[in-house]
């Protein structure tokens, strides 16, 4: 499916099935690190995914069952023998892994459960089914209940599989509907090589593709579970961790193509959306999807003006050498060695102490201006900006954010401009605000007047200050940048603005 | 891959319902609440903390919710969802949607949305949907007598953990059957020692009632019984309560007459929604509350037919208003007030699904529980992580509720407690609930004499510098005693003692968002002081000691307080000095050349051993390639070595590395000639493998051997430093005083960045001067990081 340039605008981006396969190709390319940007300094932190290690056999058993009119509800086939029923040759052997039985009503349970995916825990094994309820005159109580169940360890990460039980089970379904491949005893006794099959190339490659017939075939593929990726704010910052001339074809997203060329690890989030003159909503969505998939990593825009201390992670950075860790990224050595080529703009090296006296010289109330003026000496042959950034990417750096805060004069209690601010949730658009637009300041009284739990000062000062809206971001919950990024103002402008104000300063 | 965001509470708890097994078979009897909604858990996996999710900070003002009880779920979703995305930028709204359909499971659950509705339209089950009557006729999208079939279990999976899941919804619990003969009394235990006195006995009862039919499934809450004291004040795992919630019901123990109770099975079952990448801690944290509630629920049970008598209760007070017609609201309002099992029930969904400490009262019967939830963290979450704003930060391994093999019994006595309530309030709670006995006196007392700037060893002996009590010291194994139990209870967290020459900053995970709410509690509290803003602000800059911004002396007391404030809310963390030990090229030029002299020394009794090394080095098919890549870099540097000395330096470095570790044992550990040569020639003969160390190559070896220069580096971790390490260590110190040598030695394990200076004196007992000197006197060796 080729998706359209109209219809892709209005699609989630989450249904962006060429993307995501070549990302999802290239995270797995990350972890045997190959097809990753050489440039950037790919954050090891950011990979949570770990691939199922082949030839793990994470998959215990798989078992076909259903309801027998006579005898209730049965096991047919099981791969391995005897793992929830004992086989017919030993009836005296307990199964290996749980006993059936105990457990049918939950396999095969009532119609009402059919349809649905069923988890279950027992003897430390977690059981995974999908049971399939398929009503027919031909059947014996006009209904016929099966259920192909997976059987894993209960401690592992199960998600993965949900998705195979549910497809596995729609599968068979509709190859009964079709052909009564189930009923029939014929074409039932392939299940047994199916499902020995299924569980063989699951286990080992995470995949399988066994052909039934001419127009069915099982087609199964675990894909890991990805978390969310965090929220993306207008003054995040994305460097790109891939090459994406090299994954990104014409079937694309558009705004995908739009933006990408602006992701420089130097433009905010919405500066990329100015520059490429895409919506800045389907802007955030994109960078919202390449964060997702790990093609981008976010941080925060680089001025001189900013202040960066080190954080209880320079150990791990100091320490990484010493290979007691397994993260060391990429083919070309350590991660210190990896600093020392990103941060040289000269092809000089610092040896390692230096940099180190480097980082640990950055702090608390010291702009990076100041301090590159201190050492101006030592930083001649390093690009200050790539300095910065390894650090905040590698994350033994942290940003120290700038927030202005007006306190109210008598009570020195901080004068908050209606709750509006304080609660994201609220829908008034504060661009809209910025450039003074009247009724969104009162929407924002009207929310602040069903909401106002926490809001008992600053109510009179709400309507003599709809003026100058820029005072709604004085509670202390907004830094520069997010203040910047929103009025489109430099931090200077901003400050002025706030002259005539009694400010105070916090850095966190 | 979950633990850092297992940090955030999220108990995904969408309801408790009470199913049981009698006669008539399985019923539903009561859940609660009335209209669970199984999606709600499911948004919150949060990438911040909900300010409501920390106990603490409920009764900090007036500003905290005021909302009742019976809105208070519905409240705390909306809420929730606000904060999640809270970022102010209004615009983004439209996108939380999106992001939050990103999830894994929220995707599959959409499609399946698409596919298949039949159970989805009852998932959203309204007041107004359905006519009066049959509002609980669902529950979770489930008829309710599917439900009951579903989770009366069958007696064989009784007695362990139950762990279902339909779609979206997972079943926890623990079901209990009756004994076979259909009673419930346990056989009569005469393992208990007769020392104790009522309090244990009734301690027992909660605790070991599962022992004697229990499988070993249930988790040795016996072991608290060695020490009745201790039992009494137990905490970690066990379903006690904190002494100040606990009462003590002298019960004459009943006459056992065992006649068999109508009830067949009872099983509480913890309906939750995890985000599927947390399933597993989740579950696991839930799976001990479900079970320690189940279990006291079964105590009670077996005494008088408790939950028996419960649920034939809330059955006919259903079964009335029904006839009556009630509504679901009037119905479940006159359920929780007539009976105490669905009270504690719905008291256990409030307290735990808000991740608050649930105080229960079953039967007579007072506990407690919880989740325990992290009050500090050493990592500040990137801006791609989960947020965990307010929560302090410390990389110090202060004291767990537990103890644990991450702490560090030489520093803890020098930690100190920082209440996270009122202790006014902890302690008023502790003597409503108490008899006196002199146990609660000390307990009482010791809460009374903690003090954010007095270390538990000072506690104990209140000369400035005490020395760390032993730690069989009675009193003090007291002392720690309680403190945990208080940290575990999140009355108080362990942290360094607060000074005044010590340094703080506005912590990097302060919550700014509370900074309205909180100025205004710092405003009335202090009113004297400087507002919060103000003082965030001045502690803002470059990093003073905190005497910088106290005006006087007279005010020192008051800005200490206040100190404690900040520090209880996350506002300011300790900032502190790590050290990382740098050995300048000079030094290694110098070991070098001394090691080359030794070599030339030991060569008569050597020679044999040498030879072997050296020609091994030197066959070493590694050489010329890392001949090269030295050259480049040395070009790369900047300096131009010809490349015939070069070569000359290689092979030269080569073979008195190679050698020289091997003598430098000889140094440092006498050995006989004979042992060094077997050892020398059994080892790898090329340093970049030589395994005559436990030590992995570190990535100054790695430099040497690759590339044969000598370049200023770090040393990682000078406690297991390799023979080499330990000659540059050794050289470093040369020309000093013996005495600072000496310290030096004492003192260079901690020169790893990861022991903060501050600790070390008090860890070392040595004298603060003392340190300083050392440190003074290697200064030109130790690079100084800052953090928390």
């Known amino acids: 499916m080729v998706p359209t340039s109209t219809s892709t605008h209005s699609r989630q981006p989450s249904r962006l099935t060429p993307f995501q396969s070549s990302v999802l190709q290239n995270r797995r390319a990350q972890e045997h690190h190959a097809e990753t940007s050489a440039d ?84 430390r094994y977690r059981l995974l089914g999908y049971p399939i309820c398929l009503e027919d005159d031909k059947y014996d109580r006009n209904e016929f209940i099966f259920n192909f169940a997976i059987v894993l360890d209960e401690s592992e990460e199960f998600s993965s599989y949900k998705p195979v039980v549910k497809k596995l089970a729609r599968l068979f379904k509709a190859l009964e509907e079709q052909m009564g491949f189930l009923w029939n005893e014929v074409t039932r006794s392939s299940v047994y090589t199916l499902i020995e099959q299924v569980m063989e190339d699951l286990n080992s490659y995470c995949e399988c593709m066994i052909p039934i017939n001419e127009s069915n075939t099982i087609n199964l593929k675990l894909f890991p579970a990805i978390p969310p990726p965090p929220p993306v704010k207008a003054y995040h910052v994305p460097i790109s961790t891939v090459r994406f001339e090299s994954i990104m074809d014409s079937n694309w997203d558009l705004t995908m193509q739009r933006i990408i060329p602006f992701i420089d690890g130097v433009n905010s989030v919405r500066r990329i959306s100015e520059l490429a003159d895409a919506d800045y909503t389907l802007t955030k969505k994109c960078i919202s999807e390449l964060l997702y998939y790990g093609c981008i990593i976010i941080v925060d825009v680089f001025r001189f003006a900013n202040i960066y201390a080190v954080n209880s992670e320079l150990y791990n950075f100091v320490n990484d050498g010493a290979g007691s860790t397994g993260t060391a990224t990429g083919g070309g050595g350590g991660l210190q060695e990896e600093c020392q080529a990103y941060i040289s703009n000269t092809g000089r090296l610092l040896d390692f102490p230096a940099i180190l006296d480097l980082y640990t010289s950055l ?83 009207l929310v602040g007047g069903k909401m106002g739990k926490s809001m008992t000062t600053g109510s009179g000062i709400l309507m003599a200050d709809r003026s100058l809206p820029l005072l709604r971001y004085l509670d202390g ?32 | ?69 019976d809105d208070e779920a519905d409240d705390r979703k ?33 499609r399946r949305r698409d596919s298949d509705h039949e159970y989805d339209e009852e998932e959203d089950d309204d007041d107004e949907a359905g006519e009066a009557g049959a509002e609980w006729e669902h529950v979770l999208g489930f008829r309710h007598d599917v439900l009951a079939g579903l989770l009366s279990v069958p007696r064989a999976l009784a007695k362990s953990r139950f762990e279902l899941s339909v779609d979206h919804s997972v079943f926890l619990g623990y079901p209990c059957y009756s004994r076979v003969d259909g009673t419930w009394q346990r056989k009569k235990k005469e393992r208990k020692p007769k020392s104790e006195g009522p309090k244990g006995e009734e301690e027992k009862e909660a605790h070991t009632s599962d022992a004697d039919n229990d499988d070993d499934d249930a988790k040795g809450n016996d072991a608290d019984d060695e020490d009745p004291d201790a039992a009494a004040l137990s905490r970690s795992k066990s379903p006690n309560p904190p002494p ?45 509350v479900a079970k320690q509630f189940t279990m006291a629920l079964k105590t009670q049970q077996s005494d008088d037919d408790y939950v028996a008598r419960e649920a034939e209760k809330i059955l006919e007070i259903r079964e009335r208003g029904e006839k009556r017609g009630d509504s679901m609201h009037e119905l479940w309002s006159r359920i929780l007030r007539e009976s105490t099992l669905a009270a504690a029930i719905a008291a256990l969904y409030q307290s735990i699904s808000a991740s608050k400490i649930a105080h229960l009262k079953v039967n007579d019967f007072d506990f407690a529980l919880q989740i325990p939830i992290m009050l500090e963290t050493s990592v ?59 146990l609660n006196a000390s307990f009482v007392q010791f809460i009374q004499n903690c003090r954010p ?123 502190l000095t790590f050290a990382y030990l740098k050995i300048p090229k000079d030094i290694k030029i110098a070991v070098r050349e001394r090691q080359k002299r030794e070599q030339a020394e030991a060569a008569v009794e050597m020679i044999q051993a040498a030879t072997v090394g050296a020609a091994a080095a030197v066959n070493n098919g590694n050489s010329p390639r890392m001949m090269s890549t030295s050259v480049e870099k040395s070009i790369a540097n900047g300096t131009v070595i010809p490349n015939a000395s070069l070569r000359e330096i290689e092979e030269e470095s080569k073979i008195s590395v190679s050698a020289g570790g091997d003598s430098n044992i000889s140094n440092s550990r006498p050995r006989t000639g004979w042992s060094d040569v077997t050892d020398s020639s059994t080892t790898a003969p090329s340093r970049s493998t030589n395994p005559t160390t436990n030590t992995p190559g570190t990535p100054f070896e790695k430099m040497e051997s690759s590339s044969g220069q000598l370049e200023d580096s770090v040393v990682y971790d000078p406690s297991r430093a390799t023979p080499l390490e330990s000659a540059w260590i050794e050289r470093l110190t040369e020309g000093q005083p013996p005495d600072i040598v000496a310290l030096f030695d004492r003192l260079v394990k901690y020169l790893d960045g990861r022991h903060a200076i501050e600790c070390i004196a008090l860890r070392e007992a040595i004298s603060k001067k003392e340190l300083k000197r050392v440190l003074n006197a290697m200064d030109r060796y130790i690079v100084y990081a800052r953090h928390w």
Request: charged fraction near 20%.
């Open chain 2, 78 to 110: 909306s809420r929730s969802t606000v904060r999640l995305y809270g970022g102010g930028i209004a615009t983004e709204r439209s996108v939380v949607t999106s992001q939050r359909s990103r999830s894994y499971d929220q995707r599959s659950s959409r």
């Open chain 1, 363 to 445: 702090r608390q109330g010291l702009t990076v201006g100041e301090w590159s003026t201190e050492n101006a000496e030592r930083l001649k042959d390093v690009d200050v900006r790539r300095f910065i950034q390894f650090g905040i990417i590698k994350g033994f750096l942290y940003r120290v954010h700038k927030y202005p805060v007006r306190i109210d004069d008598g009570t020195g209690v901080v004068a908050s401009v209606g709750p509006a601010n304080a609660l994201a949730g609220s829908s008034v658009d504060l661009h809209a605000l910025a450039l003074g637009a009247q009724e969104a300041g009162q929407g924002g009284s």
């Open chain 1, 40 to 123: 950037i300094p790919g954050s090891s932190r950011i990979y949570h995914w770990i691939p199922q290690e082949p030839g793990k056999m994470s998959i215990k058993c798989i078992f076909y069952s259903y309801f027998d009119a006579d005898k209730g509800p049965r096991v047919l086939y099981q791969v391995p023998e005897n793992s929830v029923t004992p086989s017919a040759d030993t009836p005296s052997v307990p199964p290996t892994l749980f006993s059936f039985d105990e457990l049918s009503d939950y396999i095969i349970p009532k119609q009402q459960l059919c349809d649905r995916l069923i988890t279950f825990c027992r003897n």
């Open chain 2, 380 to 438: 500040l979450p990137s801006i791609s992580e989960p947020q965990l704003p307010g929560m302090h930060l410390t990389t110090l391994r202060t004291i767990g509720p537990t103890p644990n093999e991450g702490e560090d019994a030489l520093m803890t006595p020098h930690f100190a407690l920082l209440f996270l309530e009122d202790v006014d309030d902890i302690i008023k709670e502790l003597i409503l609930d108490q008899d006196q006995s002199s």
């Open chain 2, 244 to 288: 100040s919630e606990r009462k003590k019901i002298k019960r004459e123990p009943r006459k056992i007459d065992p006649t068999p109770s109508k009830l067949a099975m009872f099983h509480i079952v913890f309906v939750m929604n995890p985000p599927q990448l947390e399933y597993h801690t989740r579950m696991h944290d839930m799976y001990d």
């Open chain 1, 477 to 508: 919950a907004h830094h520069f940048d997010s203040i910047c990024t929103d009025l489109q103002q430099s931090e200077k402008e901003v400050l002025k603005n706030l002259a005539a104000y009694p400010i105070e300063l916090i850095d966190r």
């Open chain 2, 453 to 575: 700037t007095v270390s538990f060893a000072q506690m104990l002996s209140p000369t400035p510098d005490a020395s760390a009590p032993h730690p069989e010291n009675p009193e003090y194994q007291y002392i720690e005693y309680f403190a945990r139990h208080l940290i575990y209870w999140r009355k108080a967290r362990a942290i360094l003692p607060l000074h005044y020459r010590r340094y703080y900053i506005v912590s990097p995970n302060a919550d700014m968002k509370r900074l309205v709410s909180q100025s205004a509690v710092f405003a009335r509290l202090f009113p004297a002081l400087p507002p919060l803003p103000k003082m965030l602000s001045l502690l803002s800059g470059k990093p003073r000691p905190y005497s910088a911004y106290i005006p006087s002396k007279d005010h020192r007391q008051a800005y200490m307080d206040m100190l404690a404030w900040l520090m209880r809310y996350g506002w300011v963390t300790n900032l």
């Open chain 2, 1 to 69: 891959m979950t633990t850092e965001r297992s940090l955030i509470p999220n108990p995904s708890l969408v309801a408790i319902l009470l199913v049981i097994r009698d006669s008539a078979g399985g019923n539903l009897v009561f859940h609660y609440p009335p209209q669970p909604r199984a999606e709600a858990a499911h948004n919150t996996s949060s990438w911040r903390i909900g300010e409501t999710n920390t106990d603490y900070t409920s009764s900090n003002s007036s500003f905290s919710s005021s909302s009742d009880d």
